[in-house]
């Protein structure tokens, strides 16, 4: 039996987390507009600094869902309710 004070990590509603991870591609798919535009625009050096910017909220992001994973006791894999 599943009850809720064995499932971990469950503090954020899962629709906002989904509602967040929608809002980060539809950013990440509006900055390679941009920067495209800017390089046919002429403004490359924008475009690379939007490049950076947008390499570093990567990592950043990646480095927030993994180091989730190393913190949880139970490991990535842990099982699921039954």
């Given amino acids: 039996m599943c009850h809720p004070s064995i499932a971990r990590?469950?503090?954020f509603p899962a629709p906002?987390?989904?509602?967040?991870?929608?809002?980060?591609i539809a950013g990440l798919i509006l900055?390679?507009?941009t920067a495209?535009?800017?390089l046919f625009l002429g403004k490359a050096q924008w475009a690379r600094?939007?490049?950076?910017?947008v390499g570093a909220g990567?990592?950043?992001?990646?480095?927030l869902l993994f180091g989730?994973?190393?913190?949880d006791p139970?490991?990535?894999?842990?099982?699921a309710c039954e």
């Fill in 58 to 63: 990567a990592i950043m992001y990646l480095g």
């Fill in 31 to 33: 900055s390679f507009v």
């Fill in 68 to 71: 989730g994973f190393r913190t």
């Fill in 16 to 24: 906002i987390a989904v509602l967040g991870f929608l809002t980060a």
């Fill in 49 to 53: 600094r939007l490049g950076a910017l």
């Fill in 36 to 38: 495209l535009t800017l």
């Fill in 74 to 79: 139970a490991g990535p894999f842990s099982p």
């Fill in 9 to 11: 990590n469950m503090n």
